[in-house]
């Protein structure tokens, strides 16, 4: 067997719109105001992954915010159209499901 595909790893500290898949690590304590936000993309292909982490451990001090730009994001049961992540340390995956219109956050 092959081995796997490396991950893609992005690292960003400003307001902005997620394009690709990939590792997001979002550094909340150089963005202008510590907490920012972000888009996710607006026409997502199913299956498409996006992961977020809190690389310095500060996202209880600084929050981070991604908008589902327009699409719903389901977590345990509980659907919305945006996720705070104010955890320390925090790790997130968000998976697109056409078939249910929403991001699945695990």
């Known amino acids: 067997p092959g ?3 490396a ?3 992005i690292n960003f500290s400003a ?8 590792v997001y690590a979002a550094d909340t304590t150089t ?3 510590g907490a920012f936000a972000v888009l996710l993309p607006t026409v997502p292909s199913h299956g498409q992954s996006l ?6 451990l500060v996202w209880h ?5 991604v908008n589902g730009n327009g699409k719903t994001i389901t977590c345990l049961g509980s659907v919305d159209t945006t ?3 104010n955890t320390r340390g925090l790790f997130f995956k968000l998976q697109w499901s056409a ?3 929403t991001w699945r956050m695990s």
Not at 51 to 56: C, H, I, W
Not at 61 to 65: E, L, M, R, S, Y
């Open 99 to 101: 078939a249910d219109n």
């Open 7 to 9: 991950a893609t790893y």
């Open 83 to 85: 996720v705070v992540a």
């Open 3 to 5: 081995a796997a595909a």
């Open 51 to 56: 992961e977020f982490q809190d690389p310095l």
């Open 31 to 33: 963005a202008s105001g």
């Open 15 to 22: 307001n902005g719109t997620i394009l690709g898949g990939g």
């Open 61 to 65: 001090i600084n929050a981070f915010t």
